[in-house]
C-alpha cells in the first residue's frame, strides 16, 4: 500500500511486468504483491495532457491565422477590400 492519492493516471510495474492497482481505504492505492523480493514502480501520465496540447496548438494557430489575415487587410488598404473609400471629385 502506498499512502498516496487513488486517480486515474497511475500505472504500476511489478519486476517489469505491468500490475493493477486497487483503492485502498478508499483514498490510497495499493498493488498485491507476493511475498519475496520485488521492485515496483508506481508511474504517473496526466490523463489528456495530449488532447489538452493538441487543443492549445489548434487555438493558436487559428489566433495566429487571424492576426496574419488582420496584418495582410491593413497593409493593403481599404480599397483592397472592396469598401469604397469617400472620393468626392472637386
Known sequence: MLN????PGWTAAIDGRSAHIYPV???ARGVWVEPGRHTLVFEYH???LRAGWL????EFAAIACWFFMRRVASVRGPAAS???G???KP
Open 25 to 27: 481505504n478508499y483514498l
Open 4 to 7: 498516496d492519492a487513488f486517480a
Open 46 to 48: 496526466t490523463p489528456l
Open 86 to 88: 469617400d472620393q468626392r
Open 55 to 58: 487543443m492549445f496548438s489548434l
Open 82 to 84: 472592396g469598401a469604397e
